[in-house]
């Protein structure tokens, strides 16, 4: 079982979406309320956030051996980042990098966001973290297409959850065919995205400059696994237009009772990423 930390605004909305799934989910922002929330005191700037972050022992004393930290980097409350970090060292960390337009942000907050976002994808190649995954809701925002003022950061959201929830749940369960490989210890940078079979169309949530490997993974109707004898076909012949410069492709099949078949895929580099 994950641990899902969220922090701030952005990584809390995001976090929370968790609780409905087998996750145990914590939440740390400013003048937050409720059952497993900590409430941190407003500071004026990222470096006060880092040098008055709090001992959260007692908040932490419950989580599991895995932990993935939500966190939208431009905030100031990300500067305590690293010192909530630290009090749970004794876990695997995992981070999820919510990256906002940074056309639209002041000069401090881009700032911040640069410190972060490049910081976090050092840690992560270092090995300090075990991966990092990439999300760019400009991104999101061109896959989602129009949507209302009033739902759209849900829907954002909703899709980043679906992405990881799916690539989380899929990575540990049994898949009735699994070609997949194990990417190289040092690409633990990471995106995840969704993949239109019948389409042929593609789009990762982050646009990375390389990539090592990249697995697909398929959630096919347990009918329509008995009854499309061409279905498998179509499937090694899409892995196979896939295979293009360095990138090593390898796939995953699950059976679904999900009347829709869909797929996500995952991308790991071990590239710093813009």
């Known amino acids: 079982m994950y641990t899902i930390i969220g922090l701030g605004s952005a990584g809390c909305n995001v976090a929370e979406l968790f609780e409905n799934g087998n996750y145990k989910v914590k939440l740390i922002d400013v003048d937050i ?93 270092s090995g300090i973290f075990k991966s990092i995954i990439l999300i760019s809701n400009s991104v999101i925002e061109n896959l989602v297409g129009d949507v209302s003022i009033i739902d759209y950061n849900n829907t954002l959201n909703k899709v980043i959850y679906n992405a990881v929830d799916n690539y989380l749940g899929m990575s540990e369960k049994e898949a009735i065919i699994d070609n997949s490989t194990h990417p190289k210890d040092v690409s633990r940078i990471i995106t ?22 990249k697995c697909y993974y398929f959630a096919i109707n347990e009918n329509e696994l008995k009854s499309n004898g061409k279905l498998f076909k179509l499937i090694k012949d899409r892995m196979r ?34």
């Open 192 to 213: 995840v995205g969704v993949y239109d079979i019948e389409k042929n169309i593609e789009q990762l949530f982050y646009p990375f400059d390389f990539i090592d490997d």
């Open 33 to 125: 309320e409720g059952e497993n929330c900590f409430s941190l005191k407003p500071q004026k700037s990222p470096e006060d956030y880092e040098k008055n972050a709090p001992d959260l022992s007692s908040f932490f004393s419950d989580i599991t051996d895995k932990v993935i930290l939500v966190v939208g980097g431009s905030g100031k409350i990300s500067g305590a980042s690293l010192q909530i970090l630290k009090q749970i060292k004794h876990s695997e960390l995992n981070l999820i990098y919510i990256r906002p337009d940074t056309q639209l942000l002041g000069n401090t907050a881009r700032m911040q966001d640069r410190l972060t976002f490049n910081v976090f994808q050092e840690y992560a190649r």
């Open 241 to 274: 237009e896939k295979v293009v410069d360095k990138t090593k492709i390898s796939y995953r099949i699950h059976s679904t009772k999900h009347e829709q078949n869909y797929c996500f895929v995952v991308a790991y580099s071990k590239k710093i990423q813009e």
